[in-house]
């Protein structure tokens, strides 16, 4: 699913970023010019980012 439109950034490349190490929309930002235009995208990024931080997270707890 498309978050960006302006970019044509999705999901999987926002997730990407945040295996990458990225841990908010500023730093997604930095790799990817998400909400650079428009800036309509950035309260849906959020939300992406926070899940694939909180996969991450739970990934880790059950390799452990
Ligand atoms: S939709 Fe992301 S900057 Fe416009």
Redesign the pocket.
């Known amino acids: 699913m498309f978050?960006?439109?302006?970019?044509g950034?999705n999901e999987k490349a926002i997730q990407k970023a945040v295996s990458e190490g990225a841990k908010n929309v500023r730093e997604v930002r930095k790799t990817l010019n998400?909400?650079?235009?428009?800036?309509?995208?950035?309260r849906q990024a959020h939300e992406v980012i926070e899940q694939a931080k909180a996969s991450a997270q739970k990934a880790q707890f059950y390799a452990a």
């Open positions: 978050v960006c439109i302006c970019h950034i998400l909400g650079s235009q428009c800036g309509q995208c950035v």
